[in-house]
């Protein structure tokens, strides 16, 4: 409805009463069309974008209120105002039911008219008003499906479903999330993806992961302490909970969460209150837990590594991301996005793919995943400066060859530890994250191990 222009049907068989209507409608600039029977008044609303019809109710070819109803289950946006005759009141009660606006009683006077008119006007604003809401609601979650896809590179059905899930851990403000998936998978992304497009997107997202904090250290990390609760305590320290109260605590590597540390968390989720190291009051906190792990929880459990009960408290929705070998029709669009994004942060031209390096990728399995892919396509970068991408600059990692280890007789453990070591790693391009990956153990134990045998890159690739 354009504000002032609103286009009026007068329905009357009554000739003198409809031409006083229409010209008194003119002269208030609305445009107006007239009808004198249902058949004609049909036509008109079939072809004309009429806001408002004046409708009286005994027409020559039929009862008006028939047309009431057949407008408002066909055209449910056209106000209707009833013209009522003396003795018709239980018409007009009917009328009123079926979903008019207002009715006016005959004779009415040109103030009556007016007085429809506003009603019926601030009732199409307010209407009007709430269509535009629901249409700004609805871009913003359509804004927020595109966000999400412009992050969330992928078009299998199976990473779809994962964006679905994340669209719904998205929507609530308060659901505890688990996401599950091997090293490189997108986990770290997905949680930020939830809290960012979640009614705590104004607040903290604070990442913490429990493998690279000392465990002496985590309980005071998380809850904060008194100064002088221990000898490192010199100040009053706030705990995570409360810094990243209102927010999402993002607890990364959650495997790797002591088990005393647990049972301290469990409660203070489920009590939604801390209480710092070494101190005697309670703080509320109002907080979201997203996890995150590329372990088999349920596992750890039965080997009383894990609490059950810690277990279900952070697991309401579990979100697993497969790997990519797992959904090789992903691997296209990762490829295309990640060339884009290093040809812009490199500020190199877009190189053309050839499709062979496609299929070459389809078919290997990725160890370190949507990570690993990334990689390949940085260091093809570095390789080649030519316009297009061929296979050789992706250096496909072959598989482990054992046949290398059967071939040295030796059984000492220590020696094949540095072979196989050796062997990760250069058929691996010397990559420890994936050299990490093959051996099943972390890059930070690979190097530990590294250095035990004294084996340096250096050294490799001279
Ligand atoms: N579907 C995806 N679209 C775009 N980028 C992705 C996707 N999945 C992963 N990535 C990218 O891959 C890298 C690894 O992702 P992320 O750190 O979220 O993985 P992770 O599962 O937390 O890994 P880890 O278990 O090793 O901590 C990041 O650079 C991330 O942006
Ligand atoms: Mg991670």
């Known amino acids: 409805m354009q504000d002032d222009n609103l286009k009026i049907l007068v329905i009357e068989d009554d000739q003198e009463i409809s031409k006083k209507l229409s010209s008194y409608f003119q002269k208030k600039d609305f445009e107006v069309k007239t009808a004198a029977s249902l058949g004609e008044a049909s036509i008109i609303l079939n072809e004309e974008n009429i806001n408002v019809c004046f409708l009286d109710l005994i027409l020559p070819d039929g009862n008006g209120l028939e047309l009431l109803k057949h407008i408002k289950a066909e055209h449910p946006d056209i106000e209707v105002i009833i013209m009522s005759g003396f003795g018709t009141m239980d018409s007009v009660i009917e009328g009123m039911r079926y979903g008019a606006i207002d009715y006016i009683k005959k004779p009415f006077s040109f103030y009556d008219i007016d007085f429809a008119i506003s009603r019926t006007r601030r009732y199409l604003t307010i209407q009007q008003k709430l269509i535009d809401t629901e249409n700004r609601f609805s871009l913003i979650g359509l804004e927020l499906e595109n966000r999400i896809e412009r992050q969330m590179i992928g078009k299998s059905a199976i990473i779809n479903k994962v964006i679905d899930l994340v669209i719904l851990a998205g929507q609530d403000r308060d659901i505890n999330v688990l996401i599950t998936g091997e090293n490189g998978t997108g986990k770290e992304i997905i949680a930020r993806i939830i809290h960012y497009s979640s009614a705590r997107k104004d607040q903290p997202f604070f990442p913490v992961n429990s493998a690279a904090t000392p465990e002496s250290l985590l309980e005071s990390e998380f809850f904060g302490h008194r100064k002088g609760s221990f000898t490192d305590a ?186 196989i070591i050796q062997i990760a790693l250069s058929q691996s391009n010397y990559d420890q994250q994936l050299a990490a990956n093959y051996l099943g153990i972390t890059r930070q134990s690979l190097i530990r191990r590294m250095k035990k045998h004294q084996i340096t890159l250096d050294k490799i690739l001279k």
């Open 234 to 419: 010199r100040e009053d320290k706030k705990g995570l909970f409360e810094k990243t109260n209102g927010g999402t605590l993002f607890l990364d590597e959650i495997a790797d969460m002591p088990l005393t540390l647990q049972s301290k968390l469990l409660r203070a989720i489920e009590e939604k209150k801390v209480k710092p190291v070494g101190g005697d009051k309670f703080t509320e906190v109002d907080i979201r837990i997203i996890s995150a792990t590329n372990r088999n929880i349920e596992q750890m459990i039965v080997e009383n590594k894990f609490r059950r009960d810690f277990y279900h408290r952070i697991n309401t929705l579990i979100i697993h991301i497969p790997p990519l070998r797992e959904r090789p029709e992903d691997i296209e669009p990762l490829l295309k996005h990640f060339t884009a994004f290093f040809a812009k942060q490199k500020n190199r031209p877009l190189p053309e793919i050839n499709p062979e390096v496609i299929e070459g990728l389809k078919k290997y399995s990725f160890p370190g995943n949507v990570r690993e892919l990334k990689n390949m396509v940085e260091r093809a970068f570095i390789i080649s400066s030519n316009s297009v991408f061929k296979s050789a600059d992706f250096l496909i990692p072959a598989k482990i060859n054992l046949s290398q280890i059967d071939a040295d007789q030796s059984l000492n453990l220590e020696e094949n530890e540095r072979r």
